[in-house]
């Protein structure tokens, strides 16, 4: 029997998979899944370590003892708006698998808005042979994406294999091999050059209702496409829904790609589901694997008994 604490499981997502997960996970100490019915009411105070998602409010009260949270995702907006939390390191969740998948939806929408992915969908549909004439090739077209961490960095570099001419923005000045940079002070700068904005950033105060209509109304007008494209698969709470739809009607924006959305699930009567030069995905760009997510964590916790540093632990006063 093993000595050490419990780690408590609060994920509200892919039940299934979390089941399957648990089966060849945390064998060296006692698992609390909170999604078990028989553990609904069970002392939570042993517990060492919660690895959550949206997970139940009183949680953090009931598990008193907590040395570290772990969020199931790679974002943490879910707990940090959302929860009276303790002062206790809160992990977020980075994965290879996770960055890969992310990378594929932002080059995939890209060459879709490149190739006109929907124009020949609706021409295949109609039976209609007609080869849409004088298309851009990747290197005619700049793509800005917004958020350079992880997600943002990776995605930068398949962008440019694919050959298209790449500039990032991010709070802090970086540099990366063959990408022009901006950082916050130079935003406008950065939106003047971009045909194609990418939005790969976390939901913090500061990014909260970013994506407006001034911001696109900055985007450059006359570039390769024909009108400036909005993706995001960052947080919907980034972008503010109503003048992005607005957006997209009067032509400052020619398109978009969206994964999130300001309330999930998207409202049946929302009107971008319908729009034809909207793509809609149900915020499914990159799922957090369930079983790396329990080796991630089981390798952090490893770290710290070992007594190094975890690592991607999330700055609390930035909110990322
Ligand atoms: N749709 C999906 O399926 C899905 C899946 C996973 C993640 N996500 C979202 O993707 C987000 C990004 O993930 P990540 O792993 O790349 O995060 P990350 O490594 O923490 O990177 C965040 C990036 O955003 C920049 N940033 C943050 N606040 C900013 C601000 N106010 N102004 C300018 N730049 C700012 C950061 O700048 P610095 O470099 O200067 O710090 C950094 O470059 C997550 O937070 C999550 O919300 C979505």
Known sequence: MSDKRPVVIDLRFARESVVSALHSAFKDRPVIDMGDPT????????????????????????????QAIFSGGAGVDHILSAYELPDLPIVRFVDRSLTDRMSEWVVWQCLHHLRNGSAYAGQQRDRIWHEIADQPEARDVTVGVMGLGVLGADAV??????????????????????????????????LGRADIL???????????????????????????????????????????????????????????????????????????????????????????????????????????????????????????
């Open 39 to 66: 553990n609904a009411d069970r002392d939570l105070s042993d517990a060492e370590f919660a690895v959550v998602w949206k997970p139940d409010p009183a949680l953090f009260q009931r598990a008193s003892g907590l």
């Open 157 to 190: 570099r398949k962008l440019k294999v694919m050959g298209f001419d790449v500039i990032g923005w991010s709070r802090r000045p970086k540099t990366i091999d063959g990408v022009e940079t901006f950082d916050a002070t130079s935003l406008d700068a950065f």
């Open 198 to 320: 990418v939005g790969l950033l976390p939901l913090t105060d500061d990014t909260r209702g970013i994506y407006d209509r001034a911001l696109f109304s900055k985007l450059r007008p006359s570039g390769a496409l024909g009108g400036p494209i909005f993706l995001n698969a960052g947080r919907g709470g980034s972008q503010k829904e109503v003048e992005l739809i607005e957006c997209l009607t009067d032509g400052t924006l020619k398109a978009a790609s969206l994964d999130v959305f300001e309330k999930e699930p998207l409202a049946a009567d929302s009107p971008l589901w319908s729009m034809p030069n909207v793509i809609v995905t149900p915020h499914a760009a990159a799922a957090s694997d369930v079983r790396a997510l329990f080796r991630h964590v089981e390798a952090q916790i490893a770290r710290l008994e070992a007594g190094n540093p975890m690592e991607f632990v999330v700055d609390r006063t930035s909110g990322y």
